[in-house]
């Protein structure tokens, strides 16, 4: 057995062992955790021990799924899909931690379904087949729909479910038909044949609206945005976490592993679209971040906002945008659960999440009030963060290829600065609003450390980049050179 | 002194020893379905009830068939003066209906004795049409198709009309019976005009017929196709002729409507696969074109129409004719792709199917019957809420349960065959009947609704028997272990296509 | 060859004229002795156009077996001369329509000469050893039937089986708790552990 099987398995082994043995409450909460943080070291040790100097797949492992003929899945990790795993196994377990006391109803499903998502992320970031890839993808919804449907907060949140199961199946069933393309063309789904194979430029073109449409949906991109805030105000709090951290990146994934090294001239083509609809998506969400009074919502907007910077940099067609927006994909996958669960702790304990019945908390939960403003600093893009390093490098590769996007792009991110600091002010600062003083407890010792490692790592990799970006340079320049 | 000695290949001792040999399953169904008609007259006169002793020995005839069949001979062969035909394709199939229809009697089984009704000749009903579906699946010619069908189609309309106290069940088995004869009438006369154009009785004789001849040249025999094949239409509810389905399926009682969703579909695909890829290909420029119309408007409107749907077993028929579209679909691709796809598409619809139906059958105490019905299942039987939740995932195509496959095989086999538009139509259709499926999961997950069904659950307990539970889990738990492991599935399938084109 | 079609077509008239009667007349009797009355013209019809097999079967299976049946279960049900058929022509237009559309498509696509020309089959020399050897009709179809098509005829005689079956569950009742009395079993009884006396 290698080290990438017992990362896949070893959350799908936990949580069948959660269902078949019978433990306490607590013993149950215990095993998942533990069963969802084994993985993060093995990940960890995968993503340092690769050869960084070598762009091609690394621990391989084939599994044949018809004897005698060539059909093999192929897992493996190389550069760029190392940090993303390590980040979900990173994750995870925070989610769990986020829901530790919060959940009463159906404790063992709700692990189950943590343990069985990180199993199937890490596995479709693991995947280079291509079928794979996409029911991996789709499957990853289940448990997230499940997630949202049963322990989401309001009566809402079965039409949210709803909205994310058929928003992002409605995107896949194109790039499903757009693979079924491939396979009757090339007749493999590996990834190595398949980046090895020419396509015609009416068929790429053709391809890469189907593909746009799965990831665009997925990531999402302005027009078909709708069923993100929906889906993160009704989550739970672990919910919102994994969307914003792992599951928009998806989008982003696919994009640089699949539609950039494949469809080269159609990815030239309409590369001015993307940046329209990026841009687009940069202004209207940050403008629409100023008028929510959820809380949830004016982050899952600001994370729209953030995501339409990442497509820029994809988009950008420099080494410089692709390793900038790899960086954002990470910084923001730790700042935005960061964000998240800070929300999660005020309604944990207030059970609202409306601006204006919080206020003055700063007085009463000081702890809380200065992790919330290094997160909200954080991803408005203060230089020191990681976001900053991201969002830089996006707008200077962008820059290069197209200067008038790049403007646009950053005058639109002032308003980011705005409605974070104002979402901030106004819950923090000003007088104690009634409803602070029913329960004024600071941040627990749990609650404490699922942010530790958040904030650590958002400085880490905002003062000292560069281990990151020489893990990435490798995979993206590879990609860089099969696509442009 | 001979008058048909033009058959100079016939000599009585090789026709007989070989159609023993290999017509031995049928034969021994057919004895074990006379010796438990006498076995029942006889024992019944006590005043014992014997639904339950001919149930389970029809159970156990079924899975000797099983073992007779899995130890034939093999190959490719004629039986029965070529009245008969086998091929791998054809045991394949053969071998998943007689399991289905294990599967079929064990949930029967169940609902007897919870309905407490006292008729033997149910399981002798069910084993009677299983012969007819077998003749129907190997018939080489008109006549012995036209004799399964009939075997088929008769026993399924005393099935349903069973229950004779309901007047739904009267009205389903009047409307079958109806809507049968008149699928009959059809066949009857394309297959009359068929033989009446080109003289030909045997289908293999068709294949070399019109590989020798222009189609064109064989004046109508494209009326005489259609015509013919308008009835299989009928049989599989593909849409022109879906009307009886959902109206069928709601009068009918459960185990009944299980029986006519699952047996059915499996044979008749089977036949219409082999009519259509071995015997009827030359008029494939034909015959393309309105069945892909067919396919997609079946797909459309079943999943249109289940929209709307309240009850939970006319929206499965909807769902069952969408499926048909599907298949029909995959069917019309006219490639290699496309009759593996329709194997792949029929297992994965007859595991779901066994497991919806099994887990309705057993919740039948409870009288669900509205989608409302199913709120609060979850907290309550989640087992049997996860049995559902596979099911109707699987039945709409989610990637990781089978489902998946057969939809992914349906639409490869369509794009190799060029049927852009059909398979864009196709996935967005399933686009649709997830949302659908997507309403009954959400009624049975997340929410609690104003008929618990708790109360149910906490006075009774679980209904369920041990066969029927083994039943729903060991379906509901391949419906996710094939994805992890498709290669028997791929191989199945392959083999029985290659069987097919061979 | 004109005296034996204008026959022919003048029973085919009457055949529809009987047919007729069976929908128009107002008695379900006089309907279905109609219908046994076309029953007997259309073997007549296929006596003139030599298919001797073929018009007994008719007799026997539809005047014989089904017609009689029908005849008795009308007789039995006593049922009322039927107040709806007042509006049965409202159908006529429709009806006729869908018949003319029919014989339109029909005569569209069947080949022009798909009448048999009779004198094509009359052999121009007689065989005398084929024709002393070979079987008669009945002879030559039980040969068929045994020899070659026996799993025709089981498959037949199983779907007349099934008929039977089918038609028992349909029409028996067996109740599940019915009392039934058992002679055997009430003698085998011993009375005097049986009867208590109680106090």
């Known amino acids: 057995m290698s080290w990438l099987e017992i990362l896949i398995l070893f959350p799908f082994i936990t949580s069948f062992s959660l269902l078949i043995i019978s433990f306490t409450e607590a013993q149950k909460k215990l095993v998942a955790l533990w069963g969802a943080l084994v993985p993060l070291p093995i990940s960890l040790f995968a993503w340092v021990g690769l050869d960084h100097a070598n762009f091609q797949l690394q621990n391989i492992i084939c599994y044949s799924v018809l004897p005698g003929t060539n059909s093999e899945v192929v897992l493996g990790l190389d550069g760029l899909s190392a940090p993303l795993v390590s980040l979900t196994c990173f994750l995870c377990p925070l989610c769990i931690l986020a829901g530790w006391q919060v959940i009463r109803v159906g404790v063992t499903e709700y692990l189950v379904s943590w343990l069985l998502l990180e199993g199937l992320l890490v596995a479709v970031f693991t995947t280079f087949d291509l079928l794979v890839f996409y029911i991996l993808f789709e499957a990853t919804l289940i448990p997230i729909f499940v997630m949202i449907g049963i322990w989401g907060s309001r009566l809402r949140k079965v039409k949210a479910a709803y909205q994310l199961f058929l928003y992002t199946l409605f995107g896949s069933v194109f790039m499903l038909l757009a693979l079924l393309l491939i396979f009757a063309q090339v007749g493999s789904f590996d990834y190595g044949v398949l980046i090895a194979s020419n396509f015609s430029i009416e068929r790429q073109l053709l391809l890469f609206l189907s593909f746009f449409l799965a990831f665009g949906i997925k990531i999402p991109m302005v027009p078909i945005h709708l069923w993100l805030p929906e889906a993160h105000v009704e989550a739970p709090t672990g919910g919102s976490v994994i969307l914003a951290g792992i599951l928009l990146k998806l989008g982003g994934y696919g994009f640089l592993r699949y539609t950039l090294p494949l469809f080269s001239e159609a990815v030239l083509f309409y590369t001015p679209l993307v940046h329209t609809v990026s841009l687009l998506g940069i202004l209207y969400a940050s403008f629409t971040t100023l008028r929510q009074i959820d809380m949830k919502k004016a982050i899952a907007y600001s994370s729209i906002a953030h995501i339409g910077v990442v497509t820029l940099g994809i988009f950008s067609g420099n080494l410089m945008g692709l390793v900038g927006s790899c960086v954002l994909i990470l910084g923001h996958g730790v700042v935005s659960p960061g964000l998240f669960l800070c929300i999660g702790v005020l309604y944990d304990r207030y059970k609202t999440r409306l601006v204006r019945y919080y206020g003055g908390l700063a007085q009463v939960m000081p702890l809380f009030s200065a992790v919330f403003l290094f997160f909200s600093i954080a991803n408005l893009g203060l230089p020191g963060t990681a976001n900053f390093v991201g969002e830089f490098l996006c707008f200077s590769g962008c820059f290069q290829s197209n200067n008038s996007a790049a403007v646009l792009a950053c005058s639109g991110m002032i308003s980011s600065a705005a409605y974070s600091l104002w979402l901030f002010c106004r819950i923090s600062f000003g007088t104690l609003k009634t409803v602070s003083f029913l329960q004024v407890a600071d941040l627990n010792r749990r609650e404490f450390f699922m942010f530790a490692p958040l904030v650590f790592i958002t400085l880490w990799v905002g003062f000292y980049p560069k281990p990151v970006i020489s893990l990435l340079f490798v995979p993206l320049s590879c990609i860089l050179e099969l696509g442009f | ?502 | 060859m004109l005296f034996q079609q204008s026959i022919l077509c003048f029973i085919a008239g009457l055949a529809c004229g009987a047919g007729f009667l069976v929908i128009s007349s107002k008695s379900p009797v006089h309907s279905v002795l109609s219908l046994i009355f076309s029953f007997v013209l259309c073997s007549f019809v296929l006596l003139t156009l030599e298919i001797d097999i073929l018009a007994l079967i008719f007799l026997i299976v539809y005047v014989g077996a089904i017609a009689i049946l029908f005849l008795f279960v009308v007789m039995i049900l006593n049922v009322k001369v039927a107040e709806a058929r007042a509006n049965l022509f409202q159908y006529f237009p429709l009806g006729f329509f869908l018949l003319s559309l029919l014989y339109f498509d029909l005569g569209l696509l069947m080949p022009a000469s798909f009448s048999v020309d009779v004198a094509h089959f009359i052999p121009f020399y007689l065989e005398w050893p084929k024709a002393v050897l070979s079987f008669g009709c009945l002879e030559s179809i039980g040969f068929l039937l045994y020899t070659y098509f026996p799993f025709y005829l089981i498959g037949a005689g199983l779907l007349l089986l099934l008929a039977i079956v089918g038609a028992i569950l349909l029409t028996l009742h067996r109740g599940v708790g019915v009392h039934r009395q058992e002679v055997s079993f009430q003698n085998r009884r011993d009375w005097v552990e049986v009867l208590h006396m109680v106090q």
């Open chain 2, 1 to 502: 002194m001979f008058p048909f000695s033009v058959h100079s290949r016939f000599s009585y001792f090789s026709f007989f020893s070989n159609d023993l040999v290999s017509l031995l399953p049928e034969i021994f169904l057919v004895c074990c379905i006379c010796l438990f008609l006498v076995h029942g007259v006889v024992f019944s006169k006590t005043g014992r009830i014997l639904s339950t002793n001919v149930a389970n020995l029809s159970i156990l005839a079924l899975v000797f068939v099983c073992i007779l069949l899995c130890c034939s001979p093999g190959g490719n062969y004629l039986a029965a003066y070529s009245c008969f035909f086998e091929d791998d394709f054809i045991r394949i199939i053969k071998v998943f209906l007689l399991l289905t229809c294990i599967f079929c009697v064990t949930l029967s089984l169940f609902y007897i004795q919870l309905e407490k009704s006292n008729t033997f000749e149910y399981s002798v009903l069910l084993l009677i049409s299983l012969f007819g579906i077998i003749a129907v699946l190997g018939a080489n010619d008109f006549l012995s198709l036209y004799l399964g069908l009939e075997l088929q189609a008769l026993s399924f309309y005393t099935l349903a009309a069973n229950v004779r106290v309901s007047e739904f069940a009267t009205e389903a088995g009047l409307k079958y019976f109806v809507i049968g004869a008149v699928a009959s009438g059809f066949y009857l006369f394309g297959a009359s005009l068929l033989y009446g154009f080109t003289g030909c009785v045997r289908f293999s004789d068709f294949s070399l017929l019109l590989s020798h001849i222009a189609p064109a040249e064989v004046e109508g025999i494209f009326l005489a196709f259609f015509i013919f094949f308008s009835s299989f239409l009928f049989k599989v509810g593909a849409v022109p002729f879906h009307a009886w389905v959902p109206d069928v399926y709601e009068g009918t009682s459960l185990n009944v409507t299980a029986i006519f969703a699952l047996l059915p579909k499996l044979a008749l695909f089977g036949v219409i696969t082999r009519l259509l890829f071995c015997y009827f290909f030359s008029l494939f420029d034909v015959w393309q074109f309105p069945f892909v119309l067919c396919a997609v408007f079946s797909f459309v409107w079943g999943s249109l129409a289940a929209l709307g749907q309240g009850r939970i077993k006319r929206l499965l028929a909807y769902g069952g004719i969408s499926h048909s579209g599907y298949l029909l679909f995959g069917v019309c691709s006219g490639t290699v792709y496309g009759a593996q796809g329709v194997v792949i598409y029929l297992l994965s619809y007859i595991l779901s199917g066994v497991t919806i139906f099994c887990s309705l059958v057993g919740l039948r105490f409870s009288r669900v019957r509205y989608i409302a019905d199913f709120a609060g299942l979850s907290l309550f039987s989640p087992g049997v809420a996860f049995a559902i939740a596979a099911s109707l995932l699987s039945a709409a195509g989610i990637p990781p349960v089978v489902g998946f496959f057969g939809k992914l095989s349906i639409f490869l086999s369509a794009l190799a065959g060029s049927l852009y538009v059909g398979a864009l139509f196709g996935v967005l259709c399933s686009v649709i009947s997830t949302f659908y499926y997507l309403r009954i999961l959400r009624t049975i997950f997340f929410e609690n609704g104003s008929r618990p069904l708790g109360a149910f659950f906490s006075f009774f307990g679980s209904y369920f028997s041990k066969e029927l539970s083994f039943l729903v889990g060991f379906c509901a738990v391949l419906l996710f272990w094939i994805p992890i492991n498709p290669r028997i599935l791929f191989f199945i399938s392959f083999y029985s296509s290659i069987g097919l084109i061979g």
